[in-house]
T-cell receptor
């Protein structure tokens, strides 16, 4: 079946601009996660959705970052007033449920964001 | 404090050699889950294995094997008879059953298998 998809695959934007990154999870997966991966590092947790609600947004670095999942499927990560330090690969993952890690997470190919 | 430590940043082996990737974790939870993921040059993380904290049995899947030892808080990954296709960055991750669902990833080990 189809895996997690993310669009765009690459995004170049100017400092100060607004960007939206989209994630389409595996069908039937109720849990959705956003991570950020900088060069040479492991993925860093940003936010977790169970259904439509953000169950844990403790990883969002500041209030310029926001994410939604209005219908419990597709999610959008929104970054306002982008800064050069936001440049990274943004990964989306989904799993069958949230249950404290009982289910493995399946990752999308990521969106490489470059802020110039 | 880093919850998952992968001390080996880069490893190079010659094809057909065995290689072990180390992972040390830290948690106060009694229920937790450990994972290994592979990230090939294409970039997409691929799930390899999940272990829960109550199951210390070692696991073998083809050329891959995993050694989980709670006494040393380690979850090491061994590739037997390595192949060029094994070249990738490998990440170990921890999820704590009590605290929610985020995965804590290590910094990864970049494995290069030389033909």
């Amino acid at each position: 079946g189809a895996g997690v998809s993310q669009t765009p695959s690459n995004k170049v934007t100017e400092k100060g601009k607004y960007v939206e990154l989209r994630c389409d999870p595996i069908s039937g997966h109720t849990a959705l996660y956003w991570y950020r991966q900088s060069l040479g590092q492991g993925p860093e947790f940003l936010i977790y959705f169970q259904g439509t609600g953000a169950a844990d947004d403790s990883g969002l670095p500041n209030d310029r970052f926001f994410a939604v999942r209005p219908e419990g499927s597709v999610s959008t990560l929104k970054i306002q007033r982008t800064e050069r330090g936001d440049s990274a690969v943004y990964l989306c993952a989904s799993s069958l449920g949230g249950a404290g890690g009982y289910y493995e997470q399946y990752f999308g190919p990521g969106t490489r964001l470059t802020v110039t | 404090a880093q919850k998952v430590t992968q001390a080996q940043t880069e490893i190079s082996v010659v094809e057909k050699e065995d290689v072990t990737l180390d992972c040390v974790y830290e948690t106060r939870d009694t229920t937790y889950y450990l994972f290994w993921y592979k990230q090939p040059p294409s970039g997409e993380l691929v799930f390899l294995i999940r272990r829960n904290s109550f199951d210390e049995q070692n696991e073998i899947s083809g050329r891959y094997s995993w050694n989980f030892q709670k006494s040393t808080s380690s979850f090491n990954f061994t590739i037997t008879a390595s192949q060029v296709v094994d070249s990738a960055v490998y990440f170990c991750a921890l999820s704590e059953g009590r605290a929610g669902n985020q995965f804590y990833f290590g910094t990864g080990t970049s494995l290069t298998v030389i033909p």
